[in-house]
């Protein structure tokens, strides 16, 4: 079974064309569309600029209720908070809020659970669900811009203004809905959200098909790509996709990437002790890296309860960044947001699914 049709499926003429076929004027999809995504409002009695009979018609047409919370949690003194969602097929997905002095990022789901398997990652183990639609994961967009928007994340009201792909599942072994999403976000208002797609980022373990697609679409996303260690011998353990697409592969899909937008790409890398965290990788990813237009995210391991893989001592984290500088490899230990929360991706609905 399909989720509901929903306002953020469609492109802007589908919309008219919807509401044409309800018998109204085209041009009430735009006004939906202005309350939705300008306003960021969910209480269509207030939307006086439509007749009544018209409202409610578009409403239950255009705008069926996809998520609904099932409870949230909060950190850092209120300034991130992780949403975990029930889909209309009780399938449950999570998005952080994280709010900075500068800006405020929503980290979303783009499927349920994920197919690619890492060993390391508590979604992984699961396998995936099912694929989440447009309007699914645009909902978890404009439901984080709107909390944000009436101050309910600490430090008062604000305008969302980074979204990035890299909740629950591999994006693009999601394509359309994902691309429809970006869409949705980037499009100016009152048709989308108006964030400029710089402040975009679409995070793929290295689905080098996918990357080619997103390529050749010219929207100057971030694209980040998870690569984890630079060998393809223990990449095909670590992230076991390698066996189709190996590391030369996805960083020559991410240098035409790069060629074609004239945005770097960011490799990010899980430091797992013992594991991806030896001088010898991150001398091996510095002369892969060295002449690229990149930067690495280095990301502490999040510990799943129970797993033998948890974050690296802090002497080998210090020297694989030293390392990568010596290379004049750009390079930033990602802050780890929301790890009193169950932080790593997926912790949140797998403890839901165990109460
Ligand atoms: S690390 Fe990412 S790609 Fe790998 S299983 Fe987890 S969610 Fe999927």
Same mark, same amino acid.
């Given at each position: 079974?399909?989720?509901?049709?929903?306002?953020?499926?469609?492109?802007?003429?589908?919309?008219?064309?919807?509401?044409?076929?309800?018998?109204?004027?085209?041009?009430?999809?735009?006004?939906?569309?202005?309350?939705?995504?300008?306003?960021?409002?969910?209480?269509?009695?207030?939307?006086?600029?439509?007749?009544?009979? =018209?409202?409610?018609?578009?409403?239950?047409?255009?705008?069926?209720? #996809?998520?609904?919370?099932?409870?949230?949690?909060?950190?850092?003194?209120?300034? $991130?908070?992780?949403?975990?969602?029930?889909?209309?097929?009780?399938?449950?997905?999570?998005? &952080?809020?994280?709010?900075?002095?500068?800006?405020?990022?929503?980290?979303?789901?783009?499927?349920?659970?994920?197919?690619?398997?890492?060993?390391?990652?508590?979604?992984?183990?699961?396998?995936?669900?099912?694929?989440?639609?447009?309007?699914?994961?645009?909902?978890?967009?404009?439901?984080?811009?709107?909390?944000?928007?009436?101050?309910?994340?600490?430090?008062?009201?604000?305008?969302? =203004?980074?979204?990035?792909?890299?909740?629950?599942?591999?994006? #693009?072994?999601?394509?359309?809905?994902?691309?429809?999403?970006?869409?949705?976000?980037?499009?100016?208002?009152?048709?989308?959200?108006?964030?400029?797609?710089?402040?975009? $980022?679409?995070?793929?373990?290295?689905? &080098?098909?996918?990357?080619?697609?997103?390529?050749?679409?010219?929207?100057?996303?971030?694209?980040?790509?998870?690569?984890?260690?630079?060998?393809?011998? #223990?990449?095909?353990?670590?992230?076991?996709?390698?066996?189709?697409?190996?590391?030369?592969? &996805? #960083?020559?899909?991410?240098?035409?990437?790069?060629?074609?937008?004239?945005?770097?790409?960011?490799?990010?890398?899980?430091?797992?002790?013992?594991?991806?965290?030896?001088?010898?990788?991150?001398?091996?990813?510095?002369?892969?890296?060295?002449?690229?237009?990149?930067?690495?995210?280095?990301?502490?391991?999040?510990?799943?309860?129970?797993?033998?893989?948890?974050?690296?001592?802090?002497?080998?984290?210090?020297?694989?960044?030293?390392?990568?500088?010596?290379?004049?490899? =750009?390079? $930033?230990?990602?802050? $780890?947001?929301?790890?009193?929360?169950?932080?790593?991706?997926?912790?949140?609905?797998?403890?839901?699914?165990?109460?």
């Amino acid at each position: 079974m399909k989720p509901p049709r929903h306002l953020a499926d469609l492109t802007v003429e589908q919309r008219g064309e919807v509401a044409v076929e309800l018998g109204e004027k085209s041009f009430r999809a735009k006004q939906i569309a202005t309350h939705y995504f300008e306003h960021l409002s969910d209480e269509p009695q207030t939307w006086t600029d439509l007749p009544t009979s =018209s409202r409610d018609l578009l409403v239950e047409s255009l705008l069926p209720t #996809l998520i609904t919370p099932v409870r949230s949690v909060t950190c850092d003194g209120g300034r $991130t908070r992780k949403d975990l969602w029930r889909l209309f097929d009780g399938v449950l997905v999570e998005s &952080v809020i994280m709010r900075y002095p500068d800006r405020a990022t929503v980290c979303i789901s783009s499927q349920a659970g994920c197919g690619m398997g890492c060993p390391f990652c508590a979604t992984g183990q699961a396998g995936l669900t099912r694929n989440l639609s447009a309007g699914e994961i645009t909902e978890q967009v404009v439901a984080s811009a709107r909390a944000l928007a009436r101050g309910e994340i600490a430090g008062g009201p604000m305008r969302l =203004s980074n979204v990035v792909f890299m909740g629950m599942g591999e994006p #693009l072994a999601n394509y359309g809905p994902v691309i429809q999403t970006v869409r949705n976000i980037t499009t100016p208002m009152p048709n989308g959200l108006g964030i400029s797609a710089r402040s975009v $980022t679409v995070s793929t373990v290295g689905l &080098v098909n996918g990357i080619d697609r997103l390529t050749k679409e010219g929207i100057p996303v971030t694209l980040a790509v998870s690569l984890h260690t630079p060998d393809d011998e #223990l990449r095909d353990t670590l992230v076991p996709i390698n066996n189709r697409f190996n590391v030369s592969e &996805v #960083l020559r899909a991410a240098d035409a990437y790069e060629a074609r937008t004239g945005r770097r790409y960011s490799i990010e890398y899980a430091l797992i002790r013992d594991i991806n965290d030896q001088a010898w990788r991150a001398d091996l990813l510095g002369r892969l890296l060295k002449n690229r237009n990149t930067h690495v995210n280095l990301i502490p391991l999040n510990p799943t309860p129970g797993s033998k893989w948890t974050a690296s001592r802090q002497e080998d984290q210090d020297a694989f960044v030293h390392l990568l500088e010596v290379h004049g490899v =750009s390079v $930033t230990v990602r802050d $780890t947001r929301g790890r009193e929360i169950d932080g790593a991706c997926g912790q949140l609905a797998a403890s839901e699914k165990n109460i």
